[in-house]
């Protein structure tokens, strides 16, 4: 009787042990996000600026490419470039630049459209032409930059004297940032792209930027209307201020800084 005694007050006494350890735990784990949730946030408003400069030859000479950027003292390039033994960038900017990109909720707080336009420089050369790139710069000076990657088709427009603002919201007026599925890609691809949206074998950005071409389905995914690509408003910090884009003799450049802020 005694054993019998003995052993349900052990076993009572670890079952409290284990209850309150248990809620010990979870509460030092929510605790833990909590606080590093804080010191994200807090420190977005101390976080050094996004200084970016690019150029990009848009026939495929490699001589001249680069991207640079800094911000983060770790998560930074000195004229990265396409290295042709390894088939990356040198540096490693295709991973790295999704520092920038996304907070680390995975929200995303700069446009993915210029992004992959900034990515141009330390890529395989036969990207260009496999996303069908085109720069153009209107009588007026707005310069307009688009390509179709992975299905997907992108434009970033700059005001006339070439420049695009973030604010809060993402580019403003009169810049712009749009993207629009038309279409997608398995494996290495190449894409498959919704007929609408094709001339000659290749994307018409005239087709693609008209809200009229309607679209319908490729494969399994069906295309969409042209929607801002702007950053997400649930990120936990969002970019001010402005890139000068420059395009003559088919160079491409693009510098500037960018100030990050908390929401």
């Given amino acids: 009787m005694s054993n019998l005694k003995y052993n349900l007050e052990y076993y009572t006494l670890g079952v409290i042990y284990v209850f309150f350890v248990r809620k010990e735990l979870q509460m030092i784990r929510k605790s833990v996000i909590i606080l590093a949730l804080v010191v994200l946030v807090g420190s977005v408003a101390s976080a050094q600026d996004l200084k970016i400069d690019y150029q990009y030859n848009v026939t495929g000479a490699v001589a001249g490419n680069q991207l640079t950027y800094s911000g983060n003292y770790m998560v930074r390039t000195d004229k990265d470039a396409f290295d042709a033994v390894s088939g990356a960038s040198k540096q490693k900017s295709t991973a790295l630049f999704t520092y920038y990109q996304t907070d680390v909720l995975g929200k995303a707080a700069f446009p993915a459209g210029l992004r992959g336009l900034l990515l141009y420089p330390v890529a395989p050369p036969a990207l260009r032409t496999d996303d069908s790139l085109s720069v153009t710069k209107a009588a007026g000076g707005a310069i307009t930059a688009q390509y179709v990657h992975r299905g997907v088709a992108y434009g970033i427009i700059?005001?006339?004297?070439g420049k695009i603002t973030f604010d809060k919201?993402?580019?403003?007026?009169?810049?712009?940032?749009?993207?629009?599925?038309?279409?997608?890609?398995?494996?290495?691809?190449?894409?498959?792209?919704?007929?609408?949206?094709?001339?000659?074998?290749?994307?018409?950005?005239?087709?693609?930027?008209?809200?009229?071409?309607?679209?319908?389905?490729?494969?399994?995914?069906?295309?969409?209307?042209?929607?801002?690509?702007?950053?997400?408003?649930?990120?936990?910090?969002?970019?001010?201020?402005?890139?000068?884009?420059t395009f003559d003799q088919n160079i491409l450049k693009i510098s500037g800084t960018l100030k990050p802020n908390k929401r």
Wanted: aromatic share 12%; proline share 6%; glycine share 16%.
């Fill in 158 to 161: 700059t005001d006339n004297t």
């Fill in 169 to 245: 919201n993402g580019i403003a007026a009169p810049g712009r940032s749009v993207l629009r599925v038309i279409g997608f890609i398995q494996g290495a691809g190449p894409q498959q792209l919704h007929p609408d949206f094709v001339s000659g074998g290749k994307p018409d950005y005239v087709k693609i930027w008209n809200a009229g071409t309607a679209g319908g389905t490729v494969g399994s995914v069906k295309t969409g209307a042209q929607i801002n690509d702007f950053p997400d408003a649930a990120s936990l910090y969002y970019y001010t201020g402005t890139l000068q884009f």
